[in-house]
């Protein structure tokens, strides 16, 4: 199965949770009522949306009906799939091409939500763009850290710097970000810890690996990733909050979303975070992520154009 079939596969819970959901709801109103908007409003907060990105929605429902875009219950949908493909292609430029020089890349989150595993994938994927990679293990504070990250390096072919387990992880950013840059290497991927701790070692580890990384790298991190598992639903959207207080994030991967029905937790990421989505997860496997495309996740959550994207389909 190609991408956007495991996507358009993963994405099936949240359709039934969510679009089928409000299709049933909206279906019954001949014309459009308080009661529609109260019967709305629990569907989206039950489907993962979000308590502002819900009201954010229910107000374009409203200003359709003030435009007369909407007049009864079966236009509701259709203009709902306008608005959330919006909101989708919103704030969604394409990251800027590497700048010639090594392009650090720090992967943030709390425990488990895909980190190391995404990492995996994105040296799968830039080394098969034809771009050099080296991974550097940030995580020294999770026994067998590093040696997950070695199994990825090796399964991707690409090397990897790491420290003695309970090592400064600055120390690893700083020998990891010298020999990417004496081995002109594009892209260096750093692992990090998923300890959310306190909040204030957080933010002194992050800045200190930041500061070091570019002690070497001018600019460095150019881009600093927060892993979100869509499975937590709204919980990711807070750890979200959390971070970027702590570290300013140019970006989210979104993991996990084969067979959740949470997926509908990207619309308030994208909507609540003001921090573009960058990737999405389909799976454990090296080839499960990809850039995320709007277009292509709308295609799949609506069913749109599945026969042409099939076809396309790598
Ligand atoms: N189903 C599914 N599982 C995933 C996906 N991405 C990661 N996982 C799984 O999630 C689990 C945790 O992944 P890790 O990459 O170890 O997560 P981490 O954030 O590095 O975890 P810590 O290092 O403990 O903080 C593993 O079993 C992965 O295989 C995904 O897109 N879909
Ligand atoms: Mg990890």
Redesign the pocket.
Known sequence: MGFFSRLRKGLEKTKGSLIKNIETVVRGYAKIDDEMYDDLEAVMLTGDIGVETTEYLLDQIRSGVKSREIQNGDDVIPYLEKCIVALLEENNDPVPDCTGTTDVIFIV??????????IGKLAKYYTQQGKSVMLAAG?TF?AA?AE?LTIWADRTGVPIVKHQEGADAAAVVFDATASAKAHHTDILLV?T??RLQTKSNLMEELRKMARVASRNIEGAPQETLL?LDATTGQNAVSQAKLFGDVVPLTGVVL?????TAKGGVILSVKRELGVPVRWV????GVD??RPFDAAQFADALFDRNVEKREQEED
């Open positions: 989150g709390v425990n488990g939500v895909g980190k190391t595993t995404t995580d999770r850290a997950q692992d810890a998923g892993v993991t996990k979303l084969d067979g997860g389909v799976g454990e499960d992520l």
